[in-house]
């Protein structure tokens, strides 16, 4: 007790120097931290992503670029699947719902999918949340759309007002002489959707008929000179879809999932690919591991460099306080209370360098995590520290208390050397 | 050299109980030749030794030696009966904790602790000093104010930071902290030497008076002016004979 109130007091009359090492620290573990958090926020946003969907049936490709383009809408795919291999899977008795999805337009940077009323009735994510209409509804009508809550933010639209899609991906809209507007068929806002921090919030959806519909005027990608349709014409041409991207597949029964994927991947007709989403993620940390490990690597080097700036702020007092610790030794402290003022001294910055730097992430999470899921959609979790947060942080405390036991061994061989008087 | 027989310079009465006694004691710092040989120094519980001789005649060496934190090659050194040498480390720290108080020349104080912090700090390191420190019915506290105030160190001054005070207040701060809980030897290593005569008698006066009856003391210094006050005076000359010229 009086050995940690000595710590404590010869502590604060170095302030000024021990400061700098205490906002080393805070800040690398702040980094490290920040790195643990960011890599959580990513894995679990990318598996909120998608709940309760069993598999996701798409052409034959590889399983992780199919599921990144259909649920994530990253990357553009060379083929789509047949409409009638998709209707073969939804009237499949293991079946018990599907949702088809059909990508390829955009609408000033925001990904267009058409799919069917399926995707509001069964759509799920998080913790099996559906979807919910924060404005309109679902209406149905051909050339009606629903925005992700953060296409309506962001492009400040409300229901009734009209919009015009470009045809082809996101990036059209960078190329103004490449992308063709579908101006001449215009859409209307039938609802916006809930904020859901996933990529729902990114994307407008329209049924499967209207994206048929805006391009039976179209070959090979731009309109057909002189032909141009109007919309009462449409309604005279067939408007089921040939081709569409994916098909999200929930089944009755969960066990029968491998089985189902088996059927798919190898059975007879078109070559397909079905893909257990968790699975497909699984690959996708894998992927991104190495890059994750080289990213720890370099906040536990920092962390090295902080705590090493400790132990040297700590010694480079030592020299100083000889006749401090002279005193002691001469009032009645044995060498073993020396070290342990020293080692207290360094643990305890540590210490409190590890609490800032963990109250600084708190506050910059509750500070900036509102805008880090607005913008990049991730959510942070803020309510409790996980436990790999907590193991990172107890191995910061003992990686300070073994860099404290440097200055501790100096002042302990010190106050052995120096007797009564240290030479100085 | 005749260290077998050796030469008693003690003039205590010899019924009186010994705070201190040396015996045959050599030291050589490590890799140096021998700098020490004390064959015998005596000091009687509530004796005042005054012991001078010119720098490097071996006096703080013999105060670290006295006081446990070296350890001789050869002789003994009994303080209040227990011989120091026979003590394991940790157990003689302990003991030099219980029975000796220091006074250094200066810088003797934990500059930042207070003042009575700074004489508190024996009874944090030794539970008999504590323990004596309380035997008048006071708290330690009490008992630090008390010493303090006796040794003029006004009682503003001892909630001070040891460091925003003068030279000659420390000295008094570190005196109450070598007497508090009444240890059986007081070391005073040239105790005086930063003060100026007035100040350096004075506070002579009150280490004296404070001491008398209860504690030894020892007191090195250089000033021969002072020597008077105390019981007795010993050269380190005629202590040590490894001094060259040294009486045989």
Not at chain 1, 202 to 220: F, K, Q, S, T
Not at chain 1, 394 to 406: D, F, Q, T
Not at chain 2, 22 to 47: H, K, M, T, Y
Request: glycine share 10%; with cysteine; proline share 5%.
């Amino acid at each position: 007790m009086t050995l940690l109130i000595l710590a404590c007091k010869s502590a604060w009359s170095r302030r000024g120097a021990l400061s700098l090492a205490i906002v080393s620290i805070m800040l690398s573990v702040a980094l490290l931290l920040t790195v643990e958090r960011l890599r959580h926020a990513a894995h679990d946003s990318f598996a909120a992503s998608l709940s309760g969907t069993d598999l996701v049936v798409g052409p034959r490709d590889h399983p992780l670029r199919l599921l990144l383009h259909a649920v994530f809408h990253i990357g553009t795919p060379d083929t789509g699947m047949s409409w009638d291999s998709a209707q073969r899977i939804a009237a499949d008795p293991a079946v018990a719902w599907t949702i088809p999805l059909s990508l390829g337009d955009s609408h000033r940077g925001f990904p267009v999918v058409a799919t069917s009323r399926a995707f509001f009735a069964h759509y799920r994510y998080g913790r099996a949340q559906p979807l919910e209409f924060a404005v309109g509804a679902d209406t149905g009508g051909l050339f009606r759309v629903v925005l992700g809550a953060e296409v309506a933010r962001r492009l400040g639209y409300r229901t009734g007002d009209q919009l015009a899609l470009s045809h082809g991906g996101a990036d059209a809209d960078h190329h103004p002489g490449h992308g063709a507007e579908h101006g001449d068929k215009p859409f209307t806002v039938a609802g916006v959707l809930a904020p859901t921090g996933t990529p729902v919030d990114r994307a407008l959806y329209i049924g499967l008929h209207a994206m048929e519909a805006i391009h039976l005027d179209w070959h090979g990608g731009a309109p057909i000179p002189g032909l141009a349709l109007s919309g009462a014409d449409l309604r005279k041409f067939d408007l089921e879809p040939k081709q569409i991207s994916a098909v999200m597949v929930g089944l009755k029964q969960r066990a029968a999932v491998l089985r189902m994927q088996r059927n798919l991947n190898t059975g007879p007709g078109e070559a397909l690919t079905a893909v257990i989403p968790a699975v497909a993620l699984g690959q996708l940390w894998d992927l991104t591991g190495s890059a994750e490990r080289v990213l720890d690597a370099i906040s536990a080097l920092v962390l090295a460099v902080a705590l090493c700036g400790l132990a040297a702020a700590v010694l480079a007092g030592l020299n100083e306080r000889r006749r401090e610790l002279a005193i002691l030794r001469a009032v009645g402290a044995r060498p073993l209370h020396i070290f342990l003022l020293l080692v207290c001294e360094g643990a305890g910055l540590t210490l409190a360098g590890a609490a800032g730097g963990f109250i600084l992430v708190q506050l910059a999470a509750v500070g900036l995590g509102p805008w880090a899921l607005a913008h990049w959609g991730l959510a942070f979790d803020m309510a409790r520290p996980g436990v790999s947060e907590l193991s990172l942080l107890a191995a910061v405390a003992s990686a300070g208390l073994v860099a404290s036991v440097i200055p501790g061994w100096r002042a302990y061989r010190l106050s052995l050397g120096d007797g009564l008087l240290p030479r100085i | 050299m005749n260290s077998t027989a050796p030469v008693t310079i003690d003039h205590a009465p010899p019924h009186a109980a010994l705070a201190l006694r040396v015996e045959g004691l050599r030291f050589a710092w490590p890799g140096q030749p021998a700098c020490l040989d004390v064959p015998r120094l005596d000091i009687a519980a509530g004796d005042t030794v005054f012991l001078h001789g010119p720098s490097g005649s071996g006096k703080s060496t013999l105060l670290s030696l006295l006081a446990g934190i070296t350890v001789a090659q050869a002789g003994t050194v009994i303080l209040g009966g227990q011989d120091l040498g026979a003590l394991p480390a940790r157990r003689r720290d302990g003991f030099r904790a219980d029975h000796i108080g220091i006074v250094f020349q200066q810088f003797n104080l934990v500059p930042y602790l207070s003042a009575r912090d700074n004489v508190l700090l024996p009874c944090r390191f030794s539970v008999l000093r504590m323990r004596q420190a309380r035997s008048s019915g006071a708290s330690i506290g009490e008992e630090a104010a008390r010493l303090l105030l006796r040794l003029g160190v006004a009682e503003h001054l001892h909630e001070r930071p040891a460091a925003t005070l003068s030279v000659g207040e420390q000295q008094r701060v570190a005196a109450a902290r070598a007497l508090i809980g009444r240890p059986t030897l007081l070391i005073a290593d040239e105790p005086t030497s930063a003060l100026d005569e007035r100040n350096a008698h004075d506070f002579l006066d009150l280490v004296l008076s404070e001491c008398a009856g209860s504690c030894a003391l020892l007191m090195v210094s250089h000033d021969l002016r002072l020597a008077s006050r105390f019981g007795r005076s010993v050269a380190m000359a005629d202590l040590n004979h490894m001094i060259p010229g040294a009486r045989q």
